[in-house]
């Protein structure tokens, strides 16, 4: 079985993050790329791994999908191969 490079813990991060931003702003979804670019900005997940900005977020959105860790909160995509939003989740 394959292994992530993030675990739950960096997961759960994440996710009290990004929900929480979105709680304080009110802001009901966030595209892959902006989240990326929060997490990078508040040093919480880097943006400078990878082919292209928002890479590792996004490998570890489909890590969550893959099983291989948990899934970040609010995190939907149609189907593979397209794009990822974070959906703020009611409490």
Same mark, same amino acid.
């Not at 702003?25 to 997940?45: P, T, V």
């Given at each position: 079985?394959?292994?992530?490079?993030?675990?739950?813990? +960096?997961?759960? =991060?994440?996710?009290?993050?990004? +929900? /929480?931003? *979105?709680?304080?702003?009110?802001?009901?979804?966030?595209? $892959?790329?902006?989240? $990326?670019?929060?997490?990078? @900005?508040? #040093?919480?997940?880097?943006?400078?791994?990878?082919?292209?900005?928002?890479?590792?977020?996004? +490998? *570890?959105?489909?890590? /969550?999908?893959?099983?291989?860790?948990? *899934?970040? @909160? /609010? $995190?939907? =995509?149609?189907?593979?191969?397209?794009?990822?939003?974070?959906?703020?989740?009611? #409490?």
């Amino acid at each position: 079985m394959s292994k992530s490079r993030f675990d739950n813990s +960096q997961v759960k =991060q994440v996710s009290d993050f990004l +929900q /929480g931003y *979105m709680r304080k702003k009110r802001i009901n979804n966030l595209s $892959a790329d902006e989240c $990326a670019l929060l997490l990078n @900005e508040n #040093n919480i997940l880097s943006n400078r791994i990878g082919p292209k900005p928002g890479f590792n977020f996004r +490998q *570890m959105l489909r890590d /969550g999908r893959d099983g291989l860790i948990d *899934m970040v @909160e /609010g $995190a939907t =995509q149609e189907r593979p191969n397209t794009k990822w939003i974070i959906e703020l989740l009611e #409490n």
